[in-house]
């Protein structure tokens, strides 16, 4: 089912308009708009209010807003049809994964740059586009921001990302979706979402794009969204996947690095993968050296002849 805002079901002969020629009108209404937000929706009604509310509230409007609903079968649709007058366009049926929602958003899109906030998650502040927009240019193709990540377990803290995006980086963390800002056409020049992957798509992009092709980014330096992970679960089955996708990546981009990534994921001990993510962190690093001078400082010198 597909509904464009400001487009009837049927046209002044009382027909059926047809799916082909509503595309077309939704199209030729919406030119060119600097932002385009997709909300990725699939059985979460409570969520996608949190998501639609914070979106028609911002302070800044030059966007247009389109959710990609998987034929949800709980309230998800009765909430699109209320709030169908703030939604530019919207699609609810089957689909083939997040990946295959994600591509039908990209090819409706016409902002220069798309931004996802799928549902559950929500920008920071009400005024944070308003606050960022001058940074959607023409000379910069990814622009990310900081992301403040909760879940249903009491975790509440805003995560940095660092402003050098490092190929070590990308080999233990990446961006956080909701909190970048992608130019669109990148897509097209390069690759939609791989839909045979079912975790690590997005880390594909950014990692080919930002370290086999170098296209210029910019860190915002702000928060940007509130990020709810409480779904995401380190289950044995989703790591053994995570990391299967990963190295086939790395192969198939980086097959002259592949031997130290794996290398990196086998045998380094976890806790020095945490004195990495510490080290992007300026605040938390300037302790951390602090504290190893001092340890070093107060322990007994070897004796030497």
Not at 119 to 140: A, M, P, Q, W
Not at 247 to 254: A, Q
Request: a positive charge; proline letters at 2%.
């Amino acid at each position: 089912m597909i509904k464009e805002h400001n487009i009837e079901d049927r046209n002044i002969t009382g027909q059926f308009i047809s799916k082909k020629e509503k595309l077309k009108r939704f199209f030729s209404e919406n030119n060119s708009v600097k932002l385009t937000i997709i909300t990725i929706n699939y059985n979460n009604n409570s969520g996608l209010i949190k998501t639609i509310e914070s979106i028609i509230n911002q302070t800044w409007s030059d966007f247009e807003f389109i959710i990609i609903d998987g034929g949800s079968t709980d309230e998800s649709l009765s909430t699109i049809k209320k709030y169908d007058k703030h939604i530019n366009y919207w699609i609810s049926e089957r689909d083939n994964g997040i990946y295959d929602a994600m591509n039908k958003g990209i090819q409706l899109a016409k902002g220069t740059f798309v931004n996802f906030m799928s549902s559950g998650n929500y920008y920071y502040t009400n005024t944070i586009l308003e606050e960022i927009h001058d940074k959607f240019r023409n000379d910069v193709g990814i622009l990310y921001g900081d992301s403040s990540c909760f879940n249903e377990a009491g975790y509440d803290r805003v995560e940095k990302t660092p402003s050098k995006l490092t190929f070590s980086h990308f080999v233990t963390s990446g961006i956080n979706h909701q909190a970048s800002f992608i130019k669109r056409d990148l897509f097209f020049k390069y690759f939609l979402y791989n839909t045979e992957y079912k975790i690590s798509s997005k880390w594909e992009f950014f990692i080919y794009v930002i370290c086999k092709r170098n296209e210029p980014y910019e860190h915002l330096q702000k928060t940007i969204c509130n990020y709810d992970f409480s779904g995401i679960s380190p289950i044995p089955k989703k790591l053994y996947i995570y990391h299967q996708e990963r190295e086939t990546i790395m192969k198939k981009y980086f097959s002259s690095f592949y031997e130290d990534f794996e290398y990196y994921n086998t045998v380094i001990d976890p806790r020095i993968r945490k004195v990495f993510r510490i080290k992007n962190n300026k605040i938390l690093w300037t302790v951390l050296k602090a504290f190893t001078s001092i340890f070093i400082f107060i322990l007994p010198k070897k004796d030497t002849l």
